[in-house]
Nanobody, 120 residues
Framework: QVQLVESGGGLVQTGGSLRLSCVAS????????MRWERQAPGKQRELVAT???????HYADSVKGRFTISRDNAKNTVYLQMNSLKPEDTGVYYC??????????????WGQGTQVTVSS
């Protein structure tokens, strides 16, 4: 069993910053790619950023230059530094990890989500 727990969400004004964290725990041999997704009210969930086990990153066009994804493999943690926040960044942010939990078995796990609200 693997658990992902996000933290760091909250209420911030336009132009402000937040740092999200997601810690993975449980039966983990290694973590492969990790990503952040978000879901705004009434909208579909969308990819925000991804990071591979080697540290390669990819961002949605809407957050390029403002958000930075990083990871600490020793702590099984992925971060999302969000700067210059806009009201359209409001939503629930979810962490995902592809986990190797046995010699030849992998699975995707999700966190419970953390709310980010950006006021105008």
């Amino acid at each position: 069993q693997v658990q992902l727990v996000e933290s760091g969400g909250g209420l911030v004004q336009t132009g402000g910053s937040l740092r999200l964290s997601c810690v993975a725990s449980g039966r983990i041999i290694s973590l492969n790619a990790m990503r952040w997704e978000r879901q705004a009210p009434g909208k579909q969930r969308e990819l925000v950023a991804t990071i591979t086990s080697a540290g390669s990153t990819h961002y949605a066009d809407s957050v390029k230059g403002r958000f930075t994804i990083s990871r600490d493999n020793a702590k099984n943690t992925v971060y999302l530094q969000m700067n210059s926040l806009k009201p359209e960044d409001t939503g629930v942010y979810y962490c995902n990890a592809n986990v190797r939990y046995s010699f030849s078995s992998y699975a995707d796990y999700w966190g419970q989500g953390t709310q980010v609200t950006v006021s105008s």
